[in-house]
């Protein structure tokens, strides 16, 4: 078993050190073993010029937000996957990391850039991949990677049992659709979204939807949060239950796949 979960809070835009520190006081209180950030946790999400984005982001694994999750993760012998605004030279990318006890693991950098996030990143050109954190093998994606099933499906077929996922998330319908992206990989998933709003340059208002939720291979939601309340939750997941893929002795969803016939 594993305790897995989330922290859906409101990171302030800009204030990285108080965003860090402030999430790190509340994750020394947790038990647990994976806990999952948002998306652009540190930074806030709403950039409005360029140079916001440089003067926010940081280099991984050697900037501030990296060092002071590995430092926690450290003491606390912790995984955790978290989103950062990530700068590679000149360019930038909207990245997760995943950090362990021993330090830093990896960076997914997201593939699926939504709306104005276009201005500002560069998208990733990962493939997708599974990570073995000893209880589990876990995945990462992104907010709006959820919008394109291949995602979801690809991190499955490289051996992720539970898809970890930072997001901001605007639209409505993630929480719900994450149910059906679980159902068909028959994986457990973990979406930590934030809360509050962020109206900055005069640009269109963007209110976050919170429900972070984590959900099984079943399809079943296990917890979801409530839309603007500030939830740490971990639940106990057993990563074996997404192991196999069978759904009844004629039907597994790997093997039943028609793939040849998938090409357009
Ligand atoms: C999103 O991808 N942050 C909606």
Excluded at 34 to 44: D, K
Excluded at 93 to 108: E, M
Excluded at 138 to 153: K, T
Aim: a positive charge.
């Amino acid at each position: 078993m594993i305790r897995g979960g989330f922290y859906q809070f409101r990171p302030v835009f800009g204030e990285v050190q108080r965003n860090v520190e402030s999430v790190l006081r509340r994750l020394d209180e947790a038990e647990a073993d994976l806990i999952v950030l948002p998306e652009l946790f540190n930074s806030g999400y709403q950039f409005i010029s360029r140079r916001e984005v440089a003067e926010l982001s940081e280099e991984i694994p050697d900037g501030f937000t990296t060092q002071r999750l590995c430092e926690i993760a450290k003491d606390k012998k912790l995984w955790l996957v978290a989103g950062i605004p990530e700068r590679a030279g000149r360019v930038f990318y909207n990245s997760s990391i995943l950090i362990g006890p021993k330090g830093y693991v990896a960076t997914y950098r997201k593939t699926h850039l939504f709306y104005e996030e276009k201005l500002f990143f560069k998208p990733g050109a990962n493939r997708f991949r599974a990570y073995d954190i000893g209880k589990a093998r876990i995945g990462m994606m992104i907010c709006f990677d959820w919008y394109f099933p291949e995602v979801a499906r690809a991190l499955a077929l490289a051996g992720a049992e539970i898809i970890c996922h930072p997001a901001n998330l605007v639209l409505p319908h993630c929480p719900d659709a994450m149910v059906t992206r679980c159902l068909e990989n028959h994986v457990f998933a973990i979406t930590a979204n934030r809360i509050g709003s962020e109206q900055r340059g005069g640009k269109k208002r963007l209110t976050y939807i919170g429900q972070s939720e984590i959900v099984d291979p079943k399809g079943r939601i296990l917890f979801r949060a409530a839309r603007s309340q500030e939830v740490l939750k971990i639940v106990e997941i057993n990563p074996r239950e997404a192991r196999h893929k069978t759904l009844n002795r004629y039907n597994n969803l790997f093997h039943d796949r028609r793939v040849e016939l998938y090409v357009v």
